[in-house]
């Protein structure tokens, strides 16, 4: 989809149900869209017996963030959160359905935090899936991150990295994110490797992944009231915050500090579960969502 920020590939999961709402879901880093394929399909259906009436079910599109999935690369190579920030504003804005219900996930966290912030008038409700806020506690992934962004470590990594196989690499990953990677299917394993094949063959994968590197660590630098979370006590929205009891990226803990950012915003930890709730046990995502839903929905401004 051709945007003023330039073009952008985006899932749809059409509404299947009169009144459904508009919301838009935002990836993490390495991610794509389609980190969101079961989560937008339980969302676009009617709540089940025992989820709250009132909650309306959800006409999904899912964005790949320049430079992933099947988005091409920004012609000027931004990979800023301010950029990622411009990139879902056009897009909302061009799709002229807006306020929408906005989910992000780790860097799409970041983002997506940012848009809540800076255009409230865009946001309906806002849902954060272990969102990549600042936090400067020493952890081994976070840190693995931070090394990918040094201007000479982060190519040389990118190239060991890359002589390992699909497999392994998908393995490697699965294994970061996931409390329990016996969750993820065997067919979209193969998917996730597939994945993997096509996007070595495009030429630019490790500059999007050490530019994204690089954009979020100058964030995690940043202080004062561009800071983002200046961003989040800024936001006015209704908010749901989830984290996994045993993500290894975002630490669990900061749960308590964005019980404080965020104003009246509900801040959940679930049990058993790592850095992509959504991905692992999409039905208790989206029973928490729904609850979100049924006491933040209001009439549509766009």
């Known amino acids: 989809m051709p945007l003023a920020s330039g073009a952008v590939y985006v899932r749809s999961a059409p509404a299947l149900v009169a009144g459904s709402e508009p919301a838009l879901f935002v990836h993490g880093l390495g991610g794509s869209s389609t980190n969101w394929t079961d989560l937008m399909d339980l969302l676009r259906r009617p709540a089940p017996g025992g989820s709250p009436a009132a909650a309306p079910a959800l006409a999904g599109e899912a964005i790949d963030l320049p430079g992933f999935g099947h988005s091409p690369v920004p012609a000027d190579h931004d990979y800023s959160i301010d950029a990622r920030a411009r990139a879902v504003i056009d897009l909302i804005e061009t799709r002229h359905r807006w306020p929408v219900h906005l989910v992000g996930n780790s ?81 979209r394993h193969a998917e996730e490797v597939a994945e993997v094949r096509r996007r070595d063959g495009l030429g630019y994968s490790q ?59 509900r801040v959940v930890v679930l049990p058993q579960l790592g850095h992509v709730a959504m991905l692992e046990r999409p039905d208790l995502v989206a029973a928490q969502m729904r609850e979100l839903l049924a006491s933040g929905s209001s009439p549509r401004r766009g």
């Open 107 to 187: 860097l799409g966290g970041a983002v997506c935090t940012r848009v809540a912030a800076r255009r409230p008038d865009l946001v309906r409700t806002l849902t954060l899936i272990s969102p990549a806020l600042p936090d400067l506690w020493p952890r081994l992934i976070p840190l693995r991150v931070a090394l990918a962004s040094a201007p000479a470590v982060g190519p040389w990594l990118m190239r060991r990295v890359s002589r390992m196989s699909a497999e392994d690499r998908t393995s490697a990953t699965v294994a970061d994110v996931y409390q329990d990677p016996s969750l993820l299917h065997p067919s």
């Open 207 to 265: 500059e999007v992944l050490i530019g994204s590197a690089r954009a979020l660590v100058a964030e995690y630098a940043r202080s004062g009231p561009r800071s983002l979370w200046r961003d989040a006590a800024r936001i006015t929205a209704p908010a749901l915050v989830i984290y996994g009891s045993h993500d290894r990226l975002v630490r669990p803990a900061m749960a308590g500090r964005a019980a404080r950012a965020f104003r009246g915003a």
